[in-house]
């Protein structure tokens, strides 16, 4: 599904090229570190299954992700806004996990994808005309993002707009295309944007912007548009950010439903805890799960970042929780 690189970093987002830290300490054999220093209890032994679930985030760990479009100034009329506005007004999160079900399990196209949501959700309707004119909608090169410029392009299509859809690549080449009006419009992630602009134009130590918050991230996300020329529609009600998922079962088995149950009934020796080799070093992953939950794994299992090799040490009991993002297609119930 995707071609990027959000993460467990908080700033770090959706296609943005990010050095990797190397894992924490030595692994074994397995992958699998040693038992963390202050882990006490028993813990909650992996559980085995083939549906995942993401666990409430109740004390708001990450930051609001949320699926927005991103606009070129001088494009940005009411007319064009406003038909972009009902592609998020349709939008929620257990809706876009169904649409990457869509693609990448039922291996349908972005376009008939798109175009089925369209139609089942009356994406088109009550739009008003524009004033038309070429339009080139900017996807990153994951299937979430051209999905959601098929959308775009529905939406404008039916506002009056001559559309074509353009997959580019990774944030660094669209961005300043956005910026220069070579494109126009792309789907975006509120606080991955506003943690790129702010980065790009304060360096890389900069002072984070975003917050768990939508209302501040976005507030911050148009401050730094401004200075740049890019304006943003609505945020949808999707998020795709960081998450920690465990197996149906399990939840079940230990009656957790939101990370702090996990903190109070599974920290201690037999918990594992799965995802990229920098999550334990990351503010939104391992460090921020001990620092805002006092969550306390067994052990770490280095793998990747919402990737198939954590959702398959999930599924098959090798570990008990798993970074992954709040999207995913794996996330669909049926």
């Known amino acids: 599904m995707r071609a990027r690189s959000r993460l467990a970093a908080g700033a770090f987002g959706a296609l943005a090229a990010a050095s990797l830290l190397t ?8 992958g699998t570190d040693a038992p963390e220093a202050g882990a006490s209890g028993a813990g909650c032994a992996p559980v085995a299954g083939d549906q995942l679930v993401v666990l409430t985030d109740d004390k708001k760990l990450q930051n609001t992700d949320n699926v927005l479009p991103a606009i070129n100034a001088k494009a940005a009329t009411p007319p064009l806004v406003a038909a972009l506005d009902k592609v998020s007004a349709a939008l929620d999160t257990p809706k876009l996990i169904q649409l990457n079900r869509s693609v990448d399990v039922d291996r349908k196209t972005p376009q008939v994808a798109a175009q089925e949501f369209a139609e089942a959700n009356g994406v088109t ?3 008003g ?3 038309g004119g070429q339009v080139t909608v900017g996807a990153g090169n994951f299937s979430e993002s051209q999905t959601v410029a098929e959308l775009y392009k529905i939406a404008l299509t039916a506002a009056g707009y001559q559309v074509k859809v353009q997959t580019i690549g990774n944030r660094e080449l669209y961005e300043p295309a956005l910026e220069k009006g070579q494109i126009q419009v792309v789907p975006e992630y509120a606080a991955t944007m506003a943690e790129f602009l702010n980065t790009k134009a304060n360096g890389k130590d900069a002072q984070p912007v975003s917050s768990p918050e939508l209302a501040k991230t976005v507030s911050a996300l148009q401050a730094e548009g401004d200075k740049v020329g890019l304006k943003f529609g609505q945020p949808s009600q999707a998020q795709d ?3 920690f998922a465990v197996t149906k079962a399990f939840a079940e088995k230990y009656a ?4 702090s149950d996990l903190a109070a009934k599974c920290s201690g020796q037999a918990t594992v805890l799965a995802g990229p080799p920098e999550c334990p070093q990351r503010p939104k992953c391992q460090a921020g799960l001990v620092e805002i939950y006092d969550f306390k794994a067994g052990s770490f299992s280095s793998l990747d970042a919402g ?3 954590t959702k398959n040490a999930l599924k098959t009991g090798s570990a008990s929780v798993g970074l992954v993002f709040s999207s995913d297609a794996a996330l669909a119930t049926s």
């Open 23 to 30: 894992g924490c300490g030595d692994a074994g054999s397995s």
């Open 241 to 243: 950010q960081n998450a």
């Open 307 to 309: 990737g198939p090799q």
């Open 256 to 259: 957790v439903s939101t990370l």
């Open 129 to 131: 005309k524009g004033p």
């Open 125 to 127: 309707g009550g739009i």
